[in-house]
């Protein structure tokens, strides 16, 4: 099945551009699991939203006095991000995981939540934890999050790749690509790449890590 979808970077940006409007209306809330990482550390300066989407996320950061940079794919998500946060301190910008327009040890804070999971290829999610990683200051922290194939909807034990279907209120379905972690694919990505575990766990049918710069 998954054989049949689109990977490619325009074929994603115009499926989140097409759900834009219906993503902001069904995915208006925090997750709690952010809200605890980004009051952890309230006093930072810059931090990044990678996958930011309509700014749920983002706005947790302006209210801590942090100026954020939301990146997406989709400029219509961006836009509802915008509108959202409504904020000098937020910084839209339209880009990919996997190239992250940001300048080397910018980032205090970063949230990389429900995206990677989108990436079609183990390379890329790596290229994208190494780029999480080369943004990050040093003693810099980020959270990232995967959907986990424990999740009450599948009855998988090991990772897999497979297609989930959006469905708009007219009915019409959207198809997106998903990799559905278990832990220790979770983590082997996550330790082949430039960062260091320092918390792994699950909460609400999602892998979640925090995750530092890993010493040379």
């Known amino acids: 099945m998954t054989g049949n979808l689109p990977r490619d970077i325009d074929s994603t940006r115009a499926t989140f551009n097409q759900i ?20 952890e550390e309230p006093t930072v300066e810059v931090a990044i939203d990678i996958g930011c989407g309509n700014g749920r996320h983002s706005e947790l950061f302006i209210e801590q006095d942090t100026s954020v940079i939301g990146l997406d794919l989709s400029r219509k ?20 995981a996997t190239n992250l327009p940001v300048s080397d040890s910018m980032i205090d804070r970063g949230i990389y939540i429900a995206t990677i999971h989108h990436l079609p290829t183990r390379s890329d999610r790596i290229v994208s934890l190494d ?77 979640y890590a925090s995750v530092t710069v890993a010493p040379e």
């Open 131 to 207: 780029e999480l990683a080369r943004v990050l200051k040093p003693n810099g922290v980020a959270l990232i999050s995967g959907w986990s194939v424990h999740d009450d909807r599948f009855d998988e034990q090991a990772a897999f790749d497979t297609v989930i279907d959006w469905t708009l209120p007219s009915g019409e379905t959207i198809p997106r690509f998903y990799h559905l972690y278990d832990e220790q694919d979770f983590a082997g990505e996550l330790e082949e790449s430039n960062l260091s575990i320092e918390r792994q766990w699950r909460e609400s049918g999602n892998c």
């Open 77 to 96: 998500l961006l836009e509802h991000a915008v509108a959202r946060v409504a904020s000098s301190r937020f910084l839209p910008v339209e880009g990919t």
């Open 20 to 39: 834009a409007e219906d993503f902001d209306r069904t995915r208006s809330y925090a997750w709690s699991a952010v809200s605890m990482f980004i009051e």
